[in-house]
C-alpha cells in the first residue's frame, strides 16, 4: 500500500504546482464550454434544421481547431523543453514556427471551405421526418460563411497562448477567454433573437457572435503580451526577423509533423464517425449535438489535467531531470483519472436533465440522454488515453502518438461505425456504445507504451 501511495500519491507542493497551473486552463475551458452549451441552447429554440446546421459546421470547423493545435502542438513540444532549460532565443525560434503553421493552416482551410462547403455539410445530411435537408444546408452555408471571418483571429491566439502557457502563465489567457466568451454570450442572445435594438438574425447571428469574441480574445492576449516582455522573453527579438535556425526547424519538422497530420486525420476521423452516425437521420445528428456539448461541460477536467502533463513533464525533461519526470507523470495520470470517475458519475446522474432545455422534438431528447449515458461511462477510459497521447508527445514520441491516435481512428474506429451503421440493422444507442468502446482498446496500449519509457527523453 505503501508502494501504490508513494508512486501515485503526491505531496502538497507538487499538488499545489499542478492544480495553480490547471485551473486557469479548466476555469477558462469551463466557461467557454457553458457559453457554448448557452449557445447551442438558444440555437436549439430555431428549430431541429438550425441545430442540425450549426451540428455539422461545428464539425467541420472542429477539423480546422485541430490541424491549428497540430502547429502548435508542433512547436510547443520544444517550446516547453526550451523554457524549462532556460533557453528563451529557442523558445522564441518555436513561437516563429508556430505562427507560421497556425497562418499557413489557417488560409489553406478558408480556400477549401470556400470551395467545398456545399458539398462537405451535405455529408452530414439525411432526410428526417418533419426536417428540410435544403433548409439545413442554406443555413449551414450562411453560418460557415460567417465564421471563417473569426479564423485568423482565432489562429493567431493559439500561437500565443500556447508560448504563455508554457512559461507557466495560465491566468492571461484564462482572463481573455471569460471576457470573450462573456462577450459571446451576451451577443448571442441580442443577435440571435434580436433584443433590444439589435436586429433578429437566427443562426447568422450566433455566427456574428462567435467571430467578434474571437477578436476580442486574441486583442487581449496579443496586446498583453506584448507589453509584458519581461515575463514573455520570447517575443524580445520575435519580430526583428523572419528566419528559424535550419537545425531547429529541421528537428521540429521532423518530430511535429507527425503531430500535425495526427490532429487532422483524427479530428477528420471523428468527423467520418459522425457521418456514420447521420446516415441514421437528421435527429440522430441533432441528438449528439445535445450530447456532445454537455459531455464538453463534463470532460473540461480530465481535458486541461493532461494539457498541463505535457508542460509540466516537459519543462522536467527539458531540464535532464528525467525521474522526475516520470513521478510526476504517474501522480498526474492517476490525479486525472480519478477526477474523471467523479465528472463522469455527476454527467450520468444529471446528463438526462440538459436535453429537456432544447426546443426538439422528444424522440431527440430521448436519444440524447442515452448518448449522454453512454459519454459518462467511457470518459475515464478517454481520460486515461488521453493522458497516455500527452505523456508521449512530452518526450517528442510523435510518430508514436499519430499510430497511437489517428492510424487507430482510421483503421478501427472509423471502419467499424461505418460498417454497423450501413450494414447491420443495431440500434443507433447499440452502435455508439459500441464504437465508444473501443477507447477500451487505446487505454491498454497506452499503458503499455507509457510503462516502456520510451518517452523519458531530452531533446533540447
Known amino acids: 500500500m505503501s508502494g501504490f501511495l508513494k508512486k501515485y500519491i503526491g505531496d502538497r507542493e507538487f499538488y499545489k504546482r499542478y492544480i495553480i497551473l490547471a485551473i486557469p486552463m479548466i476555469l477558462q475551458n469551463a466557461i467557454t464550454n457553458f457559453v457554448s452549451f448557452l449557445d447551442n441552447i438558444m440555437v436549439g429554440q430555431l428549430g431541429q434544421e438550425a441545430i442540425s446546421a450549426v451540428a455539422t459546421v461545428n464539425q467541420l470547423i472542429f477539423v480546422y481547431y485541430l490541424a491549428v493545435f497540430g502547429a502548435a502542438s508542433a512547436g510547443s513540444i520544444f517550446g516547453a523543453q526550451y523554457y524549462g532549460k532556460g533557453d528563451h532565443k529557442g523558445h522564441m525560434y518555436s513561437f516563429r514556427f508556430k505562427l507560421y503553421g497556425v497562418i499557413l493552416v489557417t488560409l489553406l482551410a478558408i480556400a477549401l471551405f470556400m470551395a467545398k462547403g456545399n458539398a462537405l455539410i451535405s455529408l452530414f445530411l439525411t432526410e428526417s421526418e418533419g426536417a428540410s435537408i435544403e433548409l439545413a444546408l442554406d443555413l449551414g452555408l450562411k453560418y460557415l460563411g460567417i465564421i471563417l471571418i473569426g479564423l485568423i483571429p482565432f489562429a493567431v491566439n493559439q500561437a500565443y497562448s500556447t508560448n504563455i502557457k508554457e512559461t507557466g502563465q495560465t491566468l492571461i489567457p484564462m482572463i481573455a477567454g471569460f471576457v470573450a466568451v462573456f462577450a459571446n454570450g451576451i451577443l448571442d442572445y441580442c443577435l440571435i433573437f434580436g433584443a433590444g435594438p439589435f436586429p433578429k438574425l437566427g443562426v447568422a447571428g450566433a455566427a456574428i457572435a462567435t467571430?467578434?469574441?474571437?477578436?476580442?480574445?486574441?486583442?487581449?492576449?496579443?496586446?498583453?503580451?506584448?507589453?509584458?516582455?519581461?515575463?514573455?522573453?520570447?517575443?524580445?527579438?520575435?519580430?526583428?526577423?523572419?528566419?528559424?535556425?535550419?537545425?531547429?526547424?529541421?528537428?521540429?519538422?521532423?518530430?511535429?509533423?507527425?503531430?500535425?497530420?495526427?490532429?487532422?486525420?483524427?479530428?477528420?476521423?471523428?468527423?467520418?464517425?459522425?457521418?456514420?452516425?447521420?446516415?441514421?437521420?437528421?435527429?440522430?445528428?441533432?441528438?449528439?449535438?445535445?450530447?456532445?456539448?454537455?459531455?464538453?461541460?463534463?470532460?473540461?477536467?480530465?481535458?486541461?489535467?493532461?494539457?498541463?502533463?505535457?508542460?509540466?513533464?516537459?519543462?522536467?525533461?527539458?531540464?535532464?531531470?528525467?525521474?522526475?519526470?516520470?513521478?510526476?507523470?504517474?501522480?498526474?495520470?492517476?490525479?486525472?483519472?480519478?477526477?474523471?470517475?467523479?465528472?463522469?458519475?455527476?454527467?450520468?446522474?444529471?446528463?438526462?436533465?440538459?436535453?429537456?432545455?432544447y426546443n426538439v422534438d422528444g424522440n431527440i431528447r430521448a436519444l440524447a440522454t442515452k448518448f449522454i449515458a453512454v459519454a459518462a461511462i467511457w470518459m475515464p477510459f478517454c481520460s486515461y488515453s488521453h493522458c497516455s497521447y500527452f505523456t508521449l508527445r512530452s518526450g517528442g514520441k510523435t510518430l508514436v502518438t499519430f499510430l497511437f491516435d489517428s492510424v487507430f481512428t482510421w483503421v478501427i474506429i472509423a471502419p467499424l461505425a461505418f460498417v454497423l451503421a450501413h450494414f447491420t440493422s443495431l440500434n443507433i444507442v447499440a452502435l455508439y456504445f459500441v464504437v465508444s468502446g473501443t477507447e477500451l482498446i487505446k487505454v491498454i496500449i497506452g499503458y503499455f507504451m507509457v510503462k516502456s519509457d520510451v518517452w523519458l527523453v531530452q531533446m533540447v
Open 211 to 357: 467571430v467578434i469574441a474571437r477578436y476580442i480574445e486574441a486583442a487581449i492576449v496579443i496586446v498583453w503580451a506584448h507589453r509584458h516582455r519581461k515575463e514573455n522573453r520570447y517575443l524580445t527579438d520575435a519580430y526583428k526577423g523572419f528566419g528559424i535556425p535550419k537545425e531547429l526547424l529541421s528537428k521540429i519538422m521532423i518530430k511535429g509533423t507527425p503531430l500535425m497530420i495526427n490532429e487532422v486525420l483524427w479530428a477528420a476521423g471523428m468527423s467520418a464517425v459522425t457521418q456514420s452516425y447521420s446516415v441514421r437521420g437528421m435527429d440522430v445528428l441533432a441528438a449528439l449535438s445535445i450530447s456532445n456539448t454537455v459531455g464538453n461541460l463534463f470532460n473540461i477536467v480530465f481535458i486541461q489535467l493532461g494539457s498541463c502533463i505535457s508542460i509540466i513533464v516537459g519543462q522536467y525533461l527539458g531540464s535532464g531531470q528525467l525521474e522526475k519526470a516520470k513521478d510526476a507523470d504517474n501522480k498526474m495520470i492517476f490525479f486525472s483519472v480519478s477526477c474523471c470517475v467523479v465528472m463522469a458519475s455527476l454527467m450520468l446522474a444529471c446528463g438526462r436533465l440538459f436535453p429537456q432545455l
